[in-house]
């Protein structure tokens, strides 16, 4: 099921026209579907009916304030990764008390601020860490919630870059050290001990890696029992993945009902984290053909888009699908790479793809709405797109295009 499908010949978001949309609004543009992300975030929250459960949206996955609004309505937590994330989902009306705080390295001022705002839980990854949260908990008068993100060392077979639960990853605590790690920090009084967290990597297409997890958490949780040390909740972190070419995406439902199986008969509430099987296909990022050209050997098609607003292909050699607004036929297809106008060779959205294009035709890449956006910079001076968020009829320029003066704030000339 995706919300951009065409209808008489035009990709559609919901019920508007992507190429009215372009028109009105410019390219390069994400746009958003209220109806994906609703109902994707529902396939995890129904998926976990019956057992104590909470979704929590990696934030980090898309930040948009309406987005993450979105969400909260429908009774979502966060798992965020900074201060400014956990602002951001404050600002959106998120409940304080359904996040969870992941990251390598959260600062001592971060710690403050989730404290102050009550978050549900700390991931903590490092003794370090504890320790840094243990002294700032203590300053403040108060204990502070926390999970050990432990390492279960499976190998979740995805890219190298969005895998985390080896040895060798700097992410979590190894498992084997997490046991006296947890006895420390039963001793601590600024530290209350809430549950245990994993997380082994993202875009994952089977969930037996996330299952092999599962049961050495669990195993864990067993040994802590028998030391006195009773955890609350299991956060099983985020990773499944998504269609972005011929993949075969896992269902939520498969997944969960292999937890629920696992954790009959244990008074454990449910924590996961799924980023981009929520907003991924709830989005797209629109371009415009400049022109075409022919190179020595190959075609291109310069779009205005660029790395710089999409950076998942040239970061991950990432796959994205590319398809025309307003598919034509009166034009021969040819193979094409698409690039940008971004000074560096890496610089492309799509390699030796079949597309017949014109000068101004538009093009769609499918499944942005997660690490894209939030991944853009302005690079070469290029202002980052409008987020338009598609509810039905309804359009919401959920961030409006940046303006030269958005650029350059903050940045003074000598006297
Ligand atoms: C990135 C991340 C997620 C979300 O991963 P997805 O693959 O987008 O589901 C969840 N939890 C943690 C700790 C993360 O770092």
Redesign the pocket.
Known sequence: MNDFEYRDGVLHAENVSVADLAQRYGTPCYIYSRAGLTRQFRAFDEALSGIDHRVCF?V??NSNLAVLQVLARLGAGF?I?SGGELQRVLRAGGDPAKVVF?GVGKTRAEMQLALEAGIDCF?VESSFELHQLNEVAQRMGVRAPIAL?VNPDVDPKTHPY?S?GLKKNKFGVAIAEAESLYLEAATMAGIRIKGVAS?IG??LLDIAPLLDALDRVLALVDRLAARGIGLVHIDC????GVRYKDEVAPDPADWAAAVKDRLRGRALRVIT?????ISGNAGVLVTRVLGLKGGQSKAFAVVDAAMNDLLRPTLYQAWMEIVPVTPRSDVPACNVDVVGPVCETGDWLGQDRLLALKPGDLLAVRTAG??GFVMASNYNTRARPVELLVDGDHVHVARARESFDDLIRGENLLP
């Open positions: 990696a980090k996955a798992d990764v992941s991931n993100r969005i985390t997380h993202s875009q972190g985020g990773g499944l984290e799924p980023g981009r099987a997660a690490y």
